[in-house]
């Protein structure tokens, strides 16, 4: 008999690359395509483990240096290989440790860690060893089997304007993809979005993405979406954009009519966005969320300490598998709320977040994802389903989901055919406004 856990034997780094609409934030406007590397890792057992993890070439290198420290090592001894890889990779000298308080996208490749690919494929093995889905090895273990989910709301700006390739689904028999690639920039036009979202996917929670227009005009879209789902609770972030003053007067009015409210303010005045957002707390009755002030342990002490958020976006991809469900536990503990945030995503990320949530005890935060911008761009043969509001969890070992090597090799191909890896929401924003620059402080249409 042979002895410990499988060995890997295998491990793959394919950057991989799907289609996006052109969505509005803060950064401008997302580009045509979004890139994704996806890590492959097979074991002795002959099992396969997959993750899925941010896009673009730092990553990429990242998880390919990686290699040595992953094959032959036992899955069992996963934590010692994370461990390994902490310590062995070193901080690129461009990070200046700002992260994203003030959501530089360029910045989004410091936060993310290359390594929880790593750690996700390990864990689908482990899993798939032991007979245990993944949420049986986090945290507490299981605690529910379907996971509520938001409605991720986007301005989408007009592809016409551009003479880039956006993708056009009018042809399309289903409602949502028809609309997803239209121009949406009015409150009716995102009152539509959230019936067709519902009908679809059943959602009960909506977020919308702000930092785009005036934010008295974002307001405006989030009244009225109260207006057509009084049941619903609604969100907006702006990531960061308006200043404190402004944030305020936006937001008092708005008590009873937003459930919480994501990242209002950022940096200002010598004061870092941590004690910005403590004030914000001091002046206006609502929960704050945040994916910008609290992206890992040391940010986390400091937010913490000044009280600064009621409910932490996770992100597995910024902080761990098992990093993401052990601040789910303090928060739980503490009386804070848990949940995630997310980038554009295939469905192995859709998975990863399934079991992470499914682990997170307490009652988090409804999920964000991406995913219904990209629904039907599967990589997976049994990608996992969002209905009446929840994302299912799957029930089989590891993630409990299937490769499809031929969707992954067409992605690959769309990849290698594009002339940037990087997200740069700032080329297809210039269409819309010549010379056009990123500025924190300013919605993105705002000029
Ligand atoms: O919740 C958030 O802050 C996000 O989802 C930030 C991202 O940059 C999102 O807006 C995106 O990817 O366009
Ligand atoms: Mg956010």
Redesign the pocket.
């Known amino acids: 008999m042979v002895k410990g856990t499988p060995v890997v034997t295998e491990m793959l780094v394919i950057p991989v690359a799907g289609r996006d609409s052109m969505l509005m934030t803060l950064s401008g406007a997302h580009a045509p395509f979004f890139t994704r590397n996806l890590v492959i890792i097979r074991d002795s057992a002959g099992h396969t483990g997959l993750g899925e993890i941010h896009g673009g070439d730092y990553t990429c290198q990242a998880l390919k240096s990686c290699i040595p420290l992953v094959v032959g090592k036992p899955v069992g001894m996963y934590r010692s290989i994370l461990d390994d890889i902490h310590k062995a990779s070193a901080r690129a000298p461009e990070d200046d440790g700002e992260g994203i308080q003030s959501l530089d996208i360029s910045k989004l490749k410091f936060v993310v860690k290359a390594e929880w690919a790593i750690e996700c494929a390990l864990l689908d093995l482990l899993g798939q060893y032991l007979d245990l889905p993944v949420c049986q090895l986090l945290g507490q273990g299981k605690q529910r089997s379907r996971v509520e989910t938001l409605g991720y709301l986007f301005y989408v700006s007009d592809k016409v304007k551009t003479d880039l390739p956006y993708l056009d689904e009018s042809g399309s028999p289903d409602p949502w993809y028809r609309l997803r690639r239209e121009e949406m920039l009015t409150p009716e036009r995102i009152v539509e979005q959230a019936c067709v979202l519902r009908e679809k996917y059943g959602f009960r929670n909506f977020k919308l993405k702000g930092g785009v227009l005036d934010g008295a005009e974002e307001m405006e879209a989030v009244r009225a979406l109260k207006k057509h789902f009084p049941q619903g609770r609604i969100n907006i972030?702006p990531?960061g954009a308006w200043g404190l003053e402004e944030a305020v007067r936006l937001c008092r009015p708005m008590e009873s009519v937003l459930t919480y409210i994501?990242?209002p303010c950022g940096p200002e005045a010598g004061y870092s966005s941590r004690e910005i957002m403590a004030e914000f707390k001091n002046a206006v009755k609502l929960p704050v969320?945040?994916?910008?002030i609290a992206t890992d342990w040391r940010q986390f002490y400091h937010a913490a300490a000044m009280k600064s958020v009621d409910i932490v976006?996770a992100d597995p991809h910024f902080w761990g598998f098992g990093g993401s469900v052990r601040m789910a536990q303090i928060l739980n503990d503490w009386g804070l709320t848990w949940g995630s945030?997310s980038n554009n995503h295939f469905d192995i990320t859709l998975t990863a977040f399934a079991h992470t949530a499914a682990a997170a005890p307490g009652n988090p935060t409804a999920l964000?994802t991406h995913w219904i911008w990209q629904d039907g761009q599967n990589l997976l043969k049994d990608a996992p389903q969002i209905r009446d509001g929840y994302l299912e969890v799957p029930e089989g070992p590891g993630l409990g989901v299937t490769i499809d090597m031929e969707k992954v090799c067409q992605a690959h191909k769309l990849y290698r055919q594009l002339p940037y890896h990087d997200r740069d929401d700032a080329m297809a924003m210039q269409y819309l406004i010549p010379g056009w620059k990123f500025n924190s402080k300013k919605a993105a249409l705002v000029r």
Not at 289 to 292: G, I, K, P, Y
Request: hydrophobic content about 25%; overall charge negative.
């Open positions: 972030d990531n994501e990242d969320a945040t994916n910008m976006l945030h964000d």
